[in-house]
């Protein structure tokens, strides 16, 4: 694995820090030369708490929240906006989950294992996954989940069997692969037909499957679900999602004579990595969603069902930041100037794994144009060992406190421990008070499983 080409042609600009527009936490402001968020200044902050450090600004979390929940309720009465808990999980962010009205969606037993911690209502969990495990099936049943999405005919009978041996029955959706490809990376496209997820729609597969569920004497079939990928800045995709699932509910009402009441169609909605980037809003999402699914069901004559949608990137990415120290630099002529981190692939798995792209700057010279083109390299012991390549960066020193925006999805959650590093702490910060919600890894927790 290693770093992209260099792109020998690419310019620093004259922006500033609060010239990066929806890359930014909501209540992020320069201060004196300093960056701040939710009323704390990131530079102290990463002298007190060390760096690598995930910090989150907790009022735009809470406010994505409040206008996900708002927008769909205002243009769908009977909708549910459910978190996709893998994009950023541990126990704070579940209670402002449950605070905050949400649904939650678990895809393995260690998520289910956070939300019972904390008490989450386990009527309002979603339970997601393309193997899960019968352990945790039973566990899943014996929790008394809301809604396990089942993915396959295997996982069709296991769901059915531990549910009868448990004296339950169990509501279920069926995973349905729509055949609509989104415009994002191959990595996380997920509606296509060439997918691991779900029924495919090919052959009627997913239509004659419909049979064995009806069949299960402790199953129910509550609803239909579909997700078609992540990052996604085309509504069109939902649009044509929407359709196919209407067609296909309609479909199962004519020729099984049921009425399926729920439609999930997933989440994947795009965020700003970029200054340029300008994704579509969350109530542009609502209202081309809700749209389409009332459209479709009018045009099928069919009743309105309960639906929902399950973000989680558009939830907590662009309210996450990463803060860093720099400890080396290395210019190559021609080639490269390396910025050294002190973290990593190990913090931020995201760049090595697809490529992915940032905005970076430097916290304590925030109010400073970034005139110069750098790759922030990681401490890890691989080539492709990244965490922002080739982008403006204000004139680095050793010392400088980088901080790295859009980090709140997908980072925390596929943090490792190569080359025995701990993983981060997690702060919240709010009217100027920041408290550890996460706490750094220790030494010694690395290795207490050891025999």
């Known amino acids: 694995m290693s770093l992209p080409a260099s792109d020998l042609t690419k310019q620093p600009d004259q922006r500033t820090t609060m010239d990066l527009g929806a890359v930014l936490p909501q209540t992020a402001e320069v201060v004196d030369g300093h960056l701040w968020v939710g009323g704390v200044d990131m530079v102290d902050l990463a002298h007190t708490q060390g760096t690598a450090l995930y910090v989150f600004d907790e009022a735009d979390l809470r406010s994505r929240m409040e206008r996900y929940r708002e927008a769909f309720r205002a243009r769908y009465q009977n909708s549910d906006v459910i978190y996709a808990s893998k994009a950023f999980l541990n126990k704070e962010v579940l209670r402002i989950v449950q605070q905050e009205g949400l649904c939650l969606d678990v895809s393995g ?47 069709l009978a296991r769901v059915n069997e531990i549910a009868g041996r448990l004296g339950k029955v169990q509501d279920i959706y069926m995973r349905i692969t729509p055949g609509v ?32 569920v009806l069949a299960a004497p402790h199953v129910r079939l509550a609803g239909l679900h579909c997700h078609i990928g992540s990052q996604i800045f085309a509504l069109h995709s939902f649009k044509e999602a929407a359709a196919v699932m209407v067609e296909f509910m309609a479909r199962i009402r004519e020729g099984y004579d049921y009425l399926i009441e729920e439609l999930d169609l997933g989440g994947g909605l795009g965020v700003a990595y970029l200054a340029e980037h300008e994704p579509p809003s969350i109530e542009e999402f609502a209202e081309v969603t809700c749209t389409a699914v009332i459209q479709e069901c009018e045009a099928a004559q069919y009743p309105l069902p309960r639906l929902l949608v399950e973000p989680g990137r558009s939830l907590v990415a662009n309210a996450g930041l990463t803060l860093y120290t720099v400890g080396i630099l290395k210019t190559l002529p021609g080639i490269r100037k390396y910025v050294a981190v002190d973290g990593g692939m190990s913090d931020n798995i ?32 691989e080539s492709g060992d990244a965490v922002v390549v080739d982008m403006p960066l204000q004139t680095p020193e050793l010392g400088d406190i980088v901080c790295v925006f859009g980090t709140g999805a997908y980072n925390m959650t596929m943090a ?36």
Do not use: W
């Not at 352990?135 to 996982?155: K, N, P, T, W």
């Not at 995201?350 to 144009?369: C, F, G, S, V």
């Open 350 to 381: 995201r760049t090595a794994l697809y490529h992915a792209d940032y905005e970076p700057t430097i916290a304590n010279k925030a109010d400073q144009p970034r005139t110069e083109i750098v790759t922030l390299c990681g401490k890890h012991c």
């Open 416 to 451: 490792s421990n190569y080359n025995g590093q701990p993983r981060p702490a997690v702060v919240f910060v709010k009217d100027g008070n920041a408290r550890v919600v996460t706490r750094r890894e220790t030494y010694e927790e690395l290795h207490q499983r050891d025999l």
């Open 109 to 155: 037993g260690g998520e289910l294992a956070c939300a019972q911690s904390v008490g989450f209502p386990m009527e309002h969990v979603f339970v997601h996954g393309n193997n899960k495990t019968p352990q945790e099936l039973e566990e899943a049943i014996a929790a008394g989940v809301g809604r396990i999405i089942v993915d396959s005919r295997i996982e």
């Open 181 to 212: 490809e989104a415009d994002t990376h191959e990595y996380i496209r997920t509606g296509c037909e060439d997918s691991k997820f779900g029924f495919t729609m090919l052959n009627d597969f997913a239509y004659g499957c419909v049979a064995d």
